[in-house]
């Protein structure tokens, strides 16, 4: 580690106790296993979290008032979405994952680079809203990632692949859906009820297409998964963003 980030996780074991960041210390052992065949293609894995695919919405006291949040604000979130498809389609971009840039999967960001996108404010209101609120606020949010929307146009399909770590986890507001559009996780396929959220940890193999014949929009919250605590929250904030000053990346 470096001294950066040693000098962060030294004031947060101050803080929060000697043993605070054990799974955090053992997340960086050279070698470490213990994960899922199905989580191979993430690059961290914080020990102790549930090896879960798919997850209730309304298990965790902590993000349940997101859901309910978003579910209740569906019906408005999506006629603002459809008029900023109609009318301001420049504030849509390709969407760049890690892994690969889509021309048919496009974006709209609410929150990135740990903040929000205030440009969004004015284009899909009642989102961005309730994003702050319930999501941004109270901390709910992973400042490691982000929200948008993400639509996929007809045709499109999302190549099967983990994303980097499981210690964030990943809930859809299904904003609007055609038939014919599935989500697989971990092997398990299931299609989207509009206005109603999903909820899974994407450090599992998972793969996503529209086989319907209009394009395909969730919101995408990268939340933090509920299991962590607050001083790993802390370290993961430090670590991560330490490594990614070293990469160039931000």
């Not at 470490?32 to 695919?53: D, E």
């Not at 609410?110 to 969004?120: I, K, P």
């Not at 499109?156 to 990943?170: E, G, Q, V, Y």
Request: charged share 20%; net charge negative; glycine share 6%.
């Amino acid at each position: 580690m470096t001294p950066e980030i040693e000098n962060a996780f030294a004031a947060i074991r101050s803080d929060h106790g000697a043993e605070s960041l054990s799974r955090v210390e053992r997340m960086l052992e050279p070698g470490r296993g213990g994960r899922h065949p199905l989580q191979k293609g993430a690059r961290w894995i914080l020990p102790g979290l549930s090896p879960t695919p798919w997850h209730d919405p309304y298990a965790y006291p902590e993000l349940t008032p997101v859901v309910e949040a978003l579910e209740s604000a569906h019906p408005v979130i999506k006629d603002e979405l459809n008029s900023a498809w109609a009318v301001h389609r420049e504030a849509f971009s390709d969407y760049e994952h890690y892994l690969a840039r889509q021309e048919d999967w496009q974006a709209l960001h609410l929150y990135r680079g740990g903040a929000l996108v205030e440009e969004s404010a004015a284009t899909v209101p009642t989102a961005y809203k309730v994003l702050q609120e319930f999501a941004v606020d109270t901390e709910a949010i992973c400042p490691l990632l982000e929200c948008h929307f993400s639509t996929l146009l007809p045709g499109a399909s999302i190549a099967p692949h983990c994303d980097l770590w499981n210690f964030s986890i990943n809930l859809h507001l299904a904003v609007d859906i055609p038939a014919g559009c599935t989500i697989t996780v971990a092997g398990e396929t299931r299609s989207w009820q509009e206005g109603h959220c999903l909820l899974f940890d994407y450090s599992f193999e998972h793969e996503a297409r529209n086989g319907g014949d209009r394009p395909r929009t969730c919101l995408l919250v990268d939340l933090w998964h509920p299991e962590t605590t607050v001083p790993e929250r802390r370290a993961l904030v430090a670590l991560i963003s330490e490594i990614r000053r070293l990469m160039g990346d931000g």
